[in-house]
T-cell receptor
Framework: LAKTTQPISMDSYEGQEVNITCSHN???????ITWYQQFPSQGPRFIIQ???TKVTNEVASLFIPADRKSSTLSLPRVSLSDTAVYYCLVGDHNYGQNFVFGPGTRLSVLP | DGGITQSPKYLFRKEGQNVTLSCEQNLNHDAMYWYRQDPGQGLRLIYYSQIVNDFQKGDIAEGYSVSREKKESFPLTVTSAQKNPTAFYLC????????????FGSGTRLTVV
């Protein structure tokens, strides 16, 4: 599994765009990049997944450069309710791989 | 709606007791997982099962046991051998292929009293 590195914490203000970058230098050809969000005392929930270029859904955008050695989760116009921990996972979602949820990035949105 | 149900939400255990955490899914997922989360930390894998009647140890299996008699159910027993069981326990399942990530339950918070 590709090792990932992401900031431990970030602060933002309501209404701002937040970008969280994840480094994954040893990503493999078959690996996808998946982001999860976890609120306190809840299980993580899937936000977005991508392989290359840009993916956008109703919650976020995911930007992946051509070399795929990093990815950026973009949250547009954050609100207080976006305060959570965000995890970046890289791998091939076949059953043989068990993903490691590291400490993630703790995002605090301030009023 | 399909999903994963964990129960109870809160559980208190006395020293020396075994307790069992329930996890049920109706997503028809083959793979199921148990994770432990300590305050401010990531998730650590306890046990996982990729098919009925089969399961493997994760990174921190000591003091825990599981069974997988039905596809829908993957209960976790925290035994008295687990010296520091106070934590947040999360159950997850996963479907096939790269289009599917993990689906998590809402967790069980276990406290030793």
């Amino acid at each position: 599994l590709a090792k990932t590195t992401q900031p431990i914490s970030m602060d933002s203000y309501e209404g701002q765009e937040v970008n969280i970058t994840c480094s994954h230098n040893n990503i493999a050809t078959n690996d996808y990049i998946t982001w999860y969000q976890q609120f306190p005392s809840q299980g993580p929930r899937f936000i977005i997944q991508g392989y290359k270029t840009k993916v956008t859904n109703e919650v976020a955008s995911l930007f992946i450069p051509a070399d795929r050695k990093s990815s950026t989760l973009s949250l547009p116009r954050v609100s207080l309710s976006d305060t959570a921990v965000y995890y970046c996972l890289v791998g091939d979602h076949n059953y043989g791989q068990n993903f490691v949820f590291g400490p993630g990035t703790r995002l605090s949105v301030l009023p | 709606d399909g999903g994963i149900t964990q129960s109870p939400k809160y559980l208190f255990r006395k020293e020396g007791q075994n307790v069992t955490l329930s996890c049920e899914q109706n997503l028809n997922h083959d793979a199921m997982y148990w994770y432990r989360q300590d305050p401010g930390q990531g998730l650590r894998l306890i046990y996982y099962s990729q098919i009925v009647n089969d399961f493997q140890k994760g990174d921190i299996a000591e003091g825990y046991s599981v069974s997988r008699e039905k596809k829908e159910s993957f209960p976790l027993t925290v035994t008295s051998a687990q010296k520091n069981p106070t934590a947040f326990y999360l159950c997850a399942s996963r479907g096939p292929g790269t289009a599917y990530g993990y689906t998590f339950g809402s967790g069980t918070r276990l406290t030793v009293v």
